[in-house]
């Protein structure tokens, strides 16, 4: 099994930055692929950023291009998202996902692992 642990959520003002973490214990060594995706107040859970196992390969939502950056850092088994310029829109609870697969990915069914999540709050 995998576990998987997101820290670094709060409250923050519109136009400011927060970077949350996901870290990864466990058989971490299965561990290839990492995405995150957040669940927005009375919506589905959406895709927000995708890293290849080597960290060469990155796929954005749209809504977030530009603004976030994923990246991570495998010697800790943790990845990261820097989110910038954040919009009362990216209030959600930010999920952190594995994957056995060594692509990036956007596909949710193709993660494997799931975290609790982060609360992310933005005001206007």
């Known amino acids: 099994q995998v576990q998987l642990v997101e820290s670094g959520g709060g409250l923050v003002q519109a136009g400011g930055s927060l970077r949350v973490s996901c870290a990864a214990s466990?058989?971490?060594?299965?561990?290839?692929?990492l995405g995150w995706f957040r669940r927005a107040p009375g919506k589905d859970r959406e895709f927000v950023a995708a890293?290849?196992?080597?960290?060469?390969?990155?796929y954005y939502a749209d809504s977030v291009k530009g603004r976030f950056t994923i990246s991570r850092d495998n010697a800790k088994n943790t990845v990261y998202l820097q989110m910038n310029s954040l919009k009362p829109a990216d209030t959600a609870v930010y999920l952190c996902?594995?994957?056995?697969?060594?692509?990036?990915?956007?596909?949710?069914?193709?993660?494997?692992?799931w975290g609790q999540g982060t609360q992310v709050a933005v005001s206007s």
């Open positions: 466990g058989r971490s060594f299965s561990v290839n692929a």
């Open positions: 890293i290849s196992r080597s960290g060469v390969t990155t």
């Open positions: 996902a594995a994957s056995s697969l060594t692509s990036a990915t956007t596909v949710s069914e193709r993660y494997d692992y």
